[in-house]
Nanobody
Framework: QVQLVESGGGLVQTGGSLRLSCGASGRTFSSYAMGWFRQAPGKEREFVAAISWSGHNTYYADSVNGRFTISRDNAKNTVYLQMNSLKPEDTAVYYC??????????????????WGQGTQVTVSS
């Protein structure tokens, strides 16, 4: 059973930065693409960013492109989301997820089968 645990959320002012981390259990982390998603109150969950299993390819939602950076450290079984120039509309619970199938790219959007419990990000105006 794979477990994903997010951390790094918190309260930050507009224009500030946060770095989210997602630690994964299991020895095959490096073989799977990973994604970050978010869900704001009253809204559906939306895609934020994804990274291929090798880390060579990354993908972003238009709303965060140029402000957020996804990366991974396969030696530490961890994927990161660096968030800069945060805006109030970035306020949401952020989730990491693992692609269902091994290897392959993170685009087109794949099916994700394991999800973390989420970490709250609140950006004050």
């Amino acid at each position: 059973q794979v477990q994903l645990v997010e951390s790094g959320g918190g309260l930050v002012q507009t224009g500030g930065s946060l770095r989210l981390s997602c630690g994964a259990s299991g020895r095959t982390f490096s073989s799977y693409a990973m994604g970050w998603f978010r869900q704001a109150p009253g809204k559906e969950r939306e895609f934020v960013a994804a990274i291929s299993w090798s880390g060579h390819n990354t993908y972003y939602a238009d709303s965060v492109n140029g402000r957020f950076t996804i990366s991974r450290d396969n030696a530490k079984n961890t994927v990161y989301l660096q968030m800069n120039s945060l805006k109030p509309e970035d306020t949401a619970v952020y989730y990491c997820a693992r692609k269902r199938t091994i290897f392959g790219d993170a685009w087109p959007p794949p099916i994700y089968d394991y999800w973390g419990q989420g970490t709250q990000v609140t950006v004050s105006s």
